[in-house]
């Protein structure tokens, strides 16, 4: 009996569930600003499709292509993007609203050190960093997850075992 693979969208939710409950423990015990830890949550993404990617063709006996290998991984990340986009929203709005504020000021003090602008000038973009925070947030997040899970499912694809035998058109 073959066994059906777990959707694309259960993945991205467990995966999902994974990073939100790591940004969460990171933002509580400190270190929400640290920016190794940070990147971990990139190497949770990663792993996360890259297993996606694995378990698919597993599943189907290496009945696949590179293709709707590739395909599987890549609908894991747009569930994912979608997720995190939302957890994003809600986490800047309700959960952590200090954040935004946290990095207007860390914004502030760049902009101090550059002796080019003006008092006038950085007040001007700090109220438009304050007004603009959550829909740029949003953007670096959407954007962020859908180039880096685009790799991870190319290197899910390519790694995942495929039957030497297989031939999609003959199977049709």
């Known amino acids: 009996m073959e066994t059906k693979p777990i959707s694309p969208a ?18 509580f015990i400190g270190f929400g600003q640290d920016k190794s830890l940070q990147l971990l949550q990139y190497v949770i993404l990663g792993g996360g499709i890259i297993w996606s990617c694995i ?9 696949v292509t590179f293709g709707n290998t590739f395909a599987h991984g890549f609908k894991v990340t ?15 709005k309700f959960i952590m609203p200090e954040m935004s504020d946290l ?5 502030r003090k760049s902009m101090m050190e550059n002796k080019q602008l003006t008092a006038e000038q950085v007040e001007q ?10 829909p740029f947030a949003l ?6 997850f859908l180039i880096i899970g685009t790799i991870f ?11 030497a035998n297989y031939n999609p058109i003959q199977n049709q």
Not at 103 to 107: D, K, R, S
Not at 153 to 163: D, E
């Open 139 to 144: 953007a670096g997040v959407i954007v962020a």
């Open 153 to 163: 499912s190319l290197i899910g694809a390519a790694v995942a075992k495929k039957s």
């Open 55 to 63: 378990e698919y063709a597993k599943k189907l006996n290496g009945n």
């Open 78 to 92: 747009a569930a994912i993007t979608g997720i995190m986009a939302l957890y994003t929203f809600i986490a800047l």
């Open 10 to 27: 259960v993945k991205g939710l467990l995966i999902s569930l994974l990073l939100i409950v790591f940004g969460l423990i990171t933002y």
């Open 103 to 107: 990095a207007v000021e860390q914004a």
């Open 125 to 134: 973009a700090i109220t438009m960093t304050k007004k603009f925070f959550v």
